[in-house]
């Protein structure tokens, strides 16, 4: 089946780094996305890994390894700003056009 | 930059009534989707298009269908309206995968939609 788990809520300190996890199963995983949104407004792309490895931009970094079905957002020097939802999203050579699922996304809060 | 555009940030609207959103994207993408996002659900496919008058049920299609007649725009339908369709509704558009597979979805501002 096709499933993407991400923890609910994560709390961080501004000026720390957070570690929000992702775990998948696909039948044919064919690349995975990472988006941030905040409240009321529409998720924008972050980042996306299709080998695996570690993939850096600037203060955001995310890593994939897919014997592990395993991928994490890796967030630097926090800022109050980056108090969003950051939703996982993979996708499956199983499904039409390579459609993707999407996790339920991390809700995380900076706080001062 | 890409620009997803959606006819209505909030709407309400009665139980029962047939009710249009609508979605234009300038990009020139051959996909566009629309998703509902509801707390603790996360994003949800309804519909996708891959091509002008093609269309293919997502995960939830129930309750809906979709138009597109031109490649910019994409058209979700509700039937007739239910409370239970009280929700976030995303719009979003891509190029056709292939040689663009690391190339994201784009999405719209959403419309936060409510039947009374």
Known sequence: GQNIDQPTEMTATEGAIVQINCTYQTSGFNGLFWYQQHAGEAPTFLSYNVLDGLEE?????????RSKGYSYLLLKELQM???????????????SQGNLIFGKGTKLSVKP | DVKVTQSSRYLVKRTGEKVFLECVQDMDHENMFWYRQDPGL????????????????????????????KKERFSLILESASTNQTSMYLCASSFRQG???????????GTRLSIL
């Open chain 2, 42 to 69: 996360g994003l949800r496919l309804i519909y996708f298009s891959y091509d002008v008058k093609m269309k293919e049920k997502g995960d939830i299609p129930e309750g809906y269908s979709v138009s597109r007649e």
């Open chain 2, 99 to 109: 040689a663009h597979a690391g190339q994201p979805q784009h999405f719209g501002d």
């Open chain 1, 81 to 95: 700003k980056d108090s969003a939802s950051y939703l996982c999203a993979v996708r499956d050579k199983g499904r």
């Open chain 1, 57 to 65: 931009k600037g203060r955001f970094s995310s890593f994939l390894s």
